[in-house]
């Protein structure tokens, strides 16, 4: 993201980095020795405004609560409220207003957790800034810095502002929450070309990243909305979250559900007239009928079981934000991980060693210093210990063990790095500094390429590390067991820089030690001109990864056994993401890596087409994660991604489902996420992808199992009104049905333990809906069944002369009954009845047991009877029922084993609904 000139009316088109240190304060009329006076400063910063992040708007606890109102099936629900005030059936009203309440309440809950990504943002701007104004330094608040301020920079300041550097001395840049990449950058005063993306500038520093070591003098070129962190932040705001895939199917959902509402009532009321019924008592039929289409429970099911998810993936250390969000996982078809902190530890590690004497693997856990695995012998005077004795002498770097056992680091990562290597093949860091004491040091230069330290060990000794191509240039000879001699072996330049390329090609970052022992005494060297390296013995390499996290690798396979694809988005080096993706099995060895420049380079049709193919990207932006995630959305791929840094806040919001790292993550992160894990572990993602498909199979259960019941009363209704008979149920009875009775058990159906199968089936096309064409078929088959038996014990009752309180009671408990029956049909899609154990979901069990007891209970209660308009079955019924209830299982059994004798009900052979 290239930056403009804020202030400068010239017409240089150069961007910031690309142009030279004097040229860049000479565009912004500031001398940096003096700075800007106070005059420039309050002109500016009226011009510029703060250096502060925009706020974001926060909604209205009334824009919230109207928000939950906005469905269909909450449309249709407050139309039935309005016509039965309208009518003064005032108790259906109540009944239908409980559950509008209660559904608005929980959404309105989960909702009011606003959006704070941009304030989350606002945390990481540095509170005060030293700065040079009129000629001498002060401290100010960050917030008062204009473009020209001239910042100096320290070892742990954080960066007030986008600065483009004058000065540099050894600065090193901790940028991994807006670059994804863990080593700190290197950063000089020369420019950069003009393509050079904002990851790769060593010309500037960026606000809300923070120096590691070093200092500096920066000229501030971007305050606020202008710096990459506030591109970023404006980014979130900017980009609308999509619905996940289960609001989608939702809204399908309740669409058909009104057409169906619409359809069955003109069919009611047009046949009712047409026979000659009066048109008051059919609108009145009319509006029964729409009660008993619409699932009035539904609403509040689908809130508790997903409730029931969160808490369950909570359970497992996968925190969900947004209700809905709790289900996409069992959809995703892609998952993008970063790579730094997400798939690897987030810390460099000494993983390999090479020296004279053999080569060396290190125990890959720091946490146990004792411990040391090595395959060479550790000779208190070995090649071994004399590398990494280097290591610690030329090191400005610390580690310290914390209370809890754990390694506190302090410096460049790569030196601690190389400081716990230490450690654990038996040195002591302070005796070794201690009586070693250092007579000169050189700290590392990226002109010099190492760093070098003078010691006294019973005379001077130079001991050099840098890079393997710099250090084996200033060698000779190589290391030998007898001390420096005349007679050490000469050095095989190519043979180590072989050595040393093929541990770089397995993504490691290798460091060469050396050493020589100099001819003068300690007293001659002058601290502050130590000698020139050169002649020097080659001591040894030392390769450090940032390791892939434990059970990482077991995580994606699980993942691709489940038909997801996993895929490496991160900003660290091509090389680096390529052999952590081979190690972790992420795409396979001839995987093509494509890096940031090559996505700024395609347009959207060649990205489309190459995010097919690739499954490692590195070096990438902000902005070209986003453009991933985004053509990966355009082949209709449910997308997840991960990540825990500021860069990764775009993408984690324009995701189907963002995952944040809730331990190491930053706040922004967090925030722009749906998902956050607890424990920062891969792993536990695909514990979440098994609970989200459980999730959505309980809803669809309690979908189909609610659907049954609206079904049969349709039928009822209208063949009711075709054959000239009484209605059997009034609409409270139907209301009672929907929300008293099987809602119980409709809420202790998303109980239900998830099928063994669960993560053997791939992954649901968003085209298909929360009802198959499976259970469509199954729903009208059993819908019929429970009709049919209802108006048979209803023409029965009244063929033997009770009165309509009878009739209709025997009506509504045969649904009850047959319901009872069939919930037991819905606890799966494909299994026998007899393969899920009754006990198997306690809830359900003792739901069931409650409904029958107080639908029983209430046709003897008198006001329950008037409400409901019904009487107690009598004995000769309740012979009857219970034909009816084994019939609905009979057929619903008989549905099952024909559909998966055809193959349409295996895991693997799902045809999408439409719905």
Not at 523 to 550: F, K, N, Y
Not at 825 to 852: M, P
Not at 872 to 901: D, N, Q, Y
Request: proline share 5%.
């Amino acid at each position: 993201m290239s930056m403009t000139d804020p202030t400068s009316t010239s017409t240089d088109p150069r961007p910031w980095h690309a142009d030279d240190a004097a040229a860049v304060a000479q565009r912004l009329e500031v001398d940096p020795q003096g700075g800007l006076d106070d005059q420039d400063v309050t002109e500016r910063l009226e011009r510029y405004g703060p250096n502060e992040l925009g706020r974001d708007e926060r909604r209205s606890n009334l824009d919230l609560l109207l928000s939950q109102f906005k469905s269909p099936l909450i449309y249709i629900l407050l139309v039935a409220f309005v016509i039965t005030i309208a009518i003064d059936e005032y108790t259906d009203a109540g009944v239908i207003a409980a559950v509008l309440v209660i559904n608005a309440i929980i959404g309105f809950i989960q909702e009011r957790k606003a959006d704070r990504s941009v304030h989350a943002l606002m945390q990481l701007a540095a509170p005060t800034a030293t700065v040079r104004r009129g000629g001498r330094e002060r401290e100010v608040e960050a917030t008062q810095l204009v473009p020209g301020d001239v910042v100096l920079l320290t070892s742990g300041s954080r960066v007030p502002a986008d600065l483009r550097l004058w000065r540099a001395t050894t600065l090193d840049a901790d940028e991994s929450l807006l670059t994804g990449e863990s080593q700190p950058t290197r950063k000089t005063t020369d420019p950069d070309p003009v393509d050079t993306l904002a990851a790769e500038r060593g010309s500037m520093v960026f606000m809300g990243t923070s120096v590691v070591s070093g200092r500096g003098v920066g000229v501030v070129v971007a305050t606020g909305g202008d710096t990459e962190l506030g591109a970023i932040a404006e980014s979130i705001q900017t980009e609308q979250r999509p619905q996940t895939p289960l609001q989608q199917r939702m809204h399908r959902f309740a669409n058909i559900v009104a057409v169906a509402v619409l359809a069955s009532t003109v069919v009611a009321f047009t046949l009712g007239v047409a026979l000659g019924e009066p048109i008051s008592d059919m609108f009145l039929t009319a509006v029964a009928l729409a009660v008993a289409v619409v699932p009035e429970g539904l609403p509040v099911a689908f809130t508790v079981a997903m409730a029931l998810g969160v808490h369950r993936m909570a359970q497992r250390n996968a925190i969900i934000r947004s209700l809905p969000a709790v289900e996409t996982l069992g959809s995703t078809d892609v998952i993008g991980s970063d790579k730094t902190g997400t798939l690897t530890e987030n810390r460099m590690t000494a993983l390999r060693a090479w020296t004279p004497d053999g080569k060396v693997t290190f125990e890959s856990d720091d946490d146990e210093l004792e411990a040391a695995a090595s395959q060479v012998e550790q000779r208190p005077d070995g090649a071994l210990l004399t590398c990494l004795r280097t290591a610690v002498l030329t090191s400005e770097a610390d580690i310290a063990e914390a209370p809890d056992g754990s390694i506190e680091h302090r410096g460049d990562p790569t030196e601690t790095a190389l400081l716990v290597a230490a450690k654990q093949v038996g040195l002591d860091l302070t005796e070794v500094r201690e009586t070693t004491p250092a007579l000169a040091f050189v700290p590392f230069e990226s002109e010099l390429r190492y760093s070098a330290v003078v010691t006294d060990e019973d005379g001077p000794v130079l001991r050099v590390k840098g890079a393997p191509e710099r250090i084996i240039e200033l060698c000779r000879t190589r290391w030998t067991a007898d001390g420096a001699t005349d007679d050490d072996p000469a050095l095989d330049a190519e043979e180590v820089l072989t050595i040393a390329g093929d541990m770089a090609g397995d993504g490691l970052r290798v460091l060469a030690t050396a050493e020589r022992r100099l001819e003068q005494a300690a007293s001659d060297i002058d601290p502050g001109a130590p000698p020139e390296p050169e002649d020097l013995r080659l001591t040894g390499l030392v390769g450090m990864q940032d390791p892939p996290r434990q059970g990482v690798q077991e995580s994606i396979e699980r993942c691709r056994q489940a038909g997801i694809r996993v895929v490496m988005i991160t900003g660290d080096h091509a090389v680096t993401a390529e052999a952590i993706a081979e190690e972790l099995g992420i795409g396979d060895r001839d995987t093509t890596v494509l890096r940031g420049v090559d996505v700024e380079r395609m347009d959207d049709e060649e990205l489309f087409d190459a995010v097919v193919e690739v499954d490692v990207y590195a070096r990438v932006a902000p902005e070209h994660k986003l453009r991933i995630v985004k053509a990966l959305q355009a082949h209709d791929q449910v997308v997840a991604v991960t990540g825990d840094g500021v860069n990764d806040g775009p993408a984690l919001k324009a995701a189907d489902i963002g995952i944040a790292m809730g331990r190491s993550g930053t706040d922004v992160a967090r925030e722009a996420s749906d998902m956050a894990l607890a424990d920062d572990n891969f792993v536990s993602i695909a514990n979440a992808v098994e609970e989200g498909r459980v999730v959505f199979d309980n809803v669809r259960k309690v979908t189909y199992f609610l659907l049954s019941t609206g079904a049969a009363a349709i039928l009822a209704i209208i063949t009711s009104i075709a054959a000239g008979m009484p209605l059997p149920y009034v609409p409270a009875a139907l209301l009672w049905l929907n929300v008293v009775t099987n809602g119980m058990q409709d809420v202790a159906l998303a109980f239900e333990p998830g099928e063994p199968d669960v993560l053997d089936r791939p992954p649901r096309r968003r085209a298909e809906g929360i009802v198959n064409r499976v259970l469509w078929e199954r729903t009208a088959l059993t819908g019929a069944v429970m009709a049919a038996g209802s108006l048979w014990l209803f023409a029965w009752a009244m063929a033997a002369g009770l009165n309509d309180a009878q009739a209709r009671g025997v009506a509504l408990t045969t649904l009850v009954i047959a319901m009872a029956a069939h919930v037991y049909n819905a606890r799966s899609e494909r299994r026998s009845i007899v393969q899920t154990h009754i006990a198997g979901n306690r809830f359900l069990l003792l739901a069931t047991i409650a409904a029958l007891t107080i639908h029983v209970a209430a046709s003897y209660w008198g006001p329950t009877q008037l409400i409901l308009q019904i009487e107690p079955v009598t004995a000769g019924g309740w012979g009857r029922i219970v034909v009816v209830a084994l019939a609905v299982v009979a057929v619903s059994e008989l549905h099952k084993w024909t559909r998966s004798r055809n193959g349409a009900v295996g895991p693997r052979n799902r045809r999408p609904s439409p719905l």
